[in-house]
């Protein structure tokens, strides 16, 4: 009977040793090891508490690898450690996927992870998760263009390959919550290369923060080649967040630009920014030779007015008619 009592402990301190043998694992090591890491949601039949022993993930952020992996569905295989899968409760999956299925992957790259895919789902984040995720992503705008297109496996001089990645990866930043995203975007909003700035900005104006606009409007107004996607993203930042946080004014110097996508946001920022003060702005508008910068400019002084706006085809039954009432009428109340 003591014989096997004590058999019984000694089994019971071999299972609690080999217990404490698993090894800890740091998920920003890992993480940093990643050769590939993409964002992107789980198969409905793969969101269950258990973790599954295999799945499918639709790639709607690439965020280290090759673009080619966008909007594919993937087909994975749980390949971690325990620590690791118990990560899903927090928003973060460590995934390998299986060779046949892996070309994208480097030769001789065996170790994990491949794959780090954030994926929505009904359980709480980890604030610690998305701040790493905030980092890397936030790495990834500042890059180099030699750097972020290698990554991408993409030549560096393939045409907008740094531009779009890292118009991509604001996309993805914007989508964490806004406690990681300010802290990064107002970091990167001082960096000294205009597009990684003019990228932050738009971020920040997203985010109703609209401070750092005035520090980069020459920019947004004069933008190089490689700074024009960044510039078209704070453009359209500013039309968004137009009502009450961009000045209305900001909106009309904008319309100077001499790119028709920047001037095209001007408009809509002036849908709902406008006021008495950009009424002889407006009527200049009104004769343009354009069909909807005039529609735009008609619309936009009813809603000053207090009046109700028309429709297409009525503004265009209307318009004359609708011109010399508007002009008598923003003649009276302009300064």
């Not at 137009?242 to 809509?268: C, E, H, W």
Request: glycine content about 4%; charged content about 20%.
């Amino acid at each position: 009977m003591r014989k096997n009592w004590i058999f019984t402990i000694l089994l019971f301190l071999c299972a609690s040793a080999s217990a404490t043998l698993v090894p800890s694992v740091d998920t920003q090591d890992l993480i940093s090891k990643a050769d590939v890491i993409v964002m992107g949601t789980l198969s409905a039949q793969d969101r269950s508490d258990a973790p599954p022993a295999r799945g499918k993930v639709l790639v709607t952020t690439v965020v280290r690898g090759s673009n080619t992996l966008l909007g594919n569905q993937l087909d994975v295989a749980w390949s971690v450690p325990s620590e690791l899968v118990r990560s899903r409760a927090h928003g973060l999956w460590f995934l390998s996927v299986d060779r046949e299925h892996g070309n994208y992957r480097s030769a001789g790259q065996t170790s994990l992870p491949a794959i780090v895919v954030v994926a929505s789902s009904r359980l709480e984040p980890s604030s610690a998760v998305e701040g790493q995720v905030a980092t890397i992503l936030a790495d990834t705008i500042a890059s180099d263009d030699r750097s972020i297109c290698d990554a991408a496996n993409a030549p560096s001089t393939s045409t907008n390959c740094a531009p779009a990645r890292r118009k991509e990866a604001l996309d993805a930043l914007l989508r964490l919550p806004r406690s990681e995203v300010s802290e990064q975007l107002l970091i990167l909003a001082n960096h000294p290369v205009p597009e990684v700035s003019l990228l932050a900005t738009a971020g920040l104006v997203d985010l109703g923060l609209s401070g750092n606009v005035h520090r980069v409007f020459d920019l947004l107004l004069h933008p190089s080649e490689s700074e024009m996607i960044a510039a078209r993203q704070l453009a359209l930042a500013m039309a968004r967040s137009a009502n009450g946080v961009i000045p209305a004014k900001q909106f009309v110097i904008m319309y100077t630009s001499a790119d028709k996508y920047i001037r095209r946001s001007a408009l809509d920022g002036l849908r709902s920014a406008a006021t008495e003060k950009e009424l002889p702005f407006l009527i200049k508008l009104l004769d343009d030779r354009e069909f909807g910068i005039r529609f735009m400019a008609a619309n936009t002084m009813l809603r000053i007015s207090g009046q109700n706006q028309l429709d297409g085809a009525n503004f265009r039954q209307q318009e004359k008619s609708l011109q010399v009432k508007l002009k008598a009428w923003a003649n009276t109340r302009a300064p």
